[in-house]
T-cell receptor
Framework: DAKTTQPPSMDCAEGRAANLPCNHS???????VYWYRQIHSQGPQYIIH???NNETNEMASLIITEDRKSSTLILPHATLRDTAVYYC????????????FGTGTKLQVIP | EPEVTQTPSHQVTQMGQEVILRCVPI?????FYWYRQILGQKVEFLVS????????KSEIFDDQFSVERPDGSNFTLKIRSTKLEDSAMYFC?????????????FGQGTRLTVV
C-alpha cells in the first residue's frame, strides 16, 4: 500500500502556481520523496525528488517540511499541458527504483 | 534525451492466446520493470529484473507471466493464455543501478486488449 496521502483532485487557473500537497507521516530516514505525473494514460514521468532540503528543477519545486512528514510540489506557472495525475511516492534513493503508485492527485488546469 | 521505447503501442488478441510485449530500456540501465494499469485504476508493479533474473515480483505476477532479456537491448513480458481481465496498459521502465541519485524512466506503454 502507498505510504502517502494526497487529495484526489485539484483545480488551478492557467498561469498560476499549482501547489500539490502530500502527507507522509511514516516516512523512514532513508526514504526520499519522489513526484511523478501521468498525462492521460501516457507513461509516468519523473518530476523531482528530495530527501530533506527543498529542491528545484526546470519543471517544479519541492518543499519538504522540517519534520519530513509532508511536502508540497509547486508548478510555478501551470499550463494546460500540466493537466495530469500527480503521484507522491516514497522510495529509497539508489539504482533500484521500484515505484509504488497510489491514487495520486488529479490536477485540472483551467483556462 | 534517452527514452524507453515499447512496441507495439496497441495489441489486440483473442482470449487464450499468448502475447509478447516488447521494451527497449535506456542503454546503460540494468534494472528493468513492468507495470500494469487497468483502465481507471492505479499503476501496479508487476516485476523487476536485474542481472538476468527476477529481483522482485508482485502477487499479480503469477505463472501466467514471464519476463526475458533475449538480447542486449530488449526486455519482454510474455502473457500466456490471456484472459479478458488482462486488458490494460502495460508500462516498461528502467533505472541505472550505478546511480546513487536517480529515478525510473517509463515507456509510453502498450495497450493490450483481450477480446
Amino acid at each position: 500500500d502507498a505510504k502517502t496521502t494526497q487529495p484526489p483532485s485539484m483545480d488551478c487557473a492557467e498561469g498560476r502556481a499549482a501547489n500539490l500537497p502530500c502527507n507522509h507521516s511514516t516516512i523512514s530516514g532513508n526514504e526520499y520523496v519522489y513526484w511523478y505525473r501521468q498525462i492521460h494514460s501516457q507513461g509516468p514521468q519523473y518530476i523531482i525528488h528530495g530527501l530533506k532540503n527543498n529542491e528545484t528543477n526546470e519543471m517544479a519545486s519541492l518543499i519538504i517540511t522540517e519534520d519530513r512528514k509532508s511536502s508540497t510540489l509547486i508548478l510555478p506557472h501551470a499550463t494546460l499541458r500540466d493537466t495530469a495525475v500527480y503521484y507522491c511516492v516514497l522510495e529509497p534513493s539508489g539504482g533500484y527504483q521500484k515505484v509504488t503508485f497510489g491514487t495520486g492527485t488529479k490536477l485540472q488546469v483551467i483556462p | 534525451e534517452p527514452e524507453v521505447t515499447q512496441t507495439p503501442s496497441h495489441q489486440v488478441t483473442q482470449m487464450g492466446q499468448e502475447v509478447i510485449l516488447r521494451c527497449v530500456p535506456i542503454s546503460n540501465h540494468l534494472y528493468f520493470y513492468w507495470y500494469r494499469q487497468i483502465l481507471g485504476q492505479k499503476v501496479e508493479f508487476l516485476v523487476s529484473f536485474y542481472n538476468n533474473e527476477i529481483s522482485e515480483k508482485s502477487e499479480i505476477f503469477d505463472d501466467q507471466f514471464s519476463v526475458e532479456r533475449p538480447d542486449g537491448s530488449n526486455f519482454t513480458l510474455k502473457i500466456r493464455s490471456t484472459k479478458l481481465e488482462d486488458s490494460a496498459m502495460y508500462f516498461c521502465a528502467s533505472s541505472d543501478p550505478g546511480a546513487a541519485d536517480t529515478e525510473a524512466f517509463f515507456g509510453q506503454g502498450t495497450r493490450l486488449t483481450v477480446v
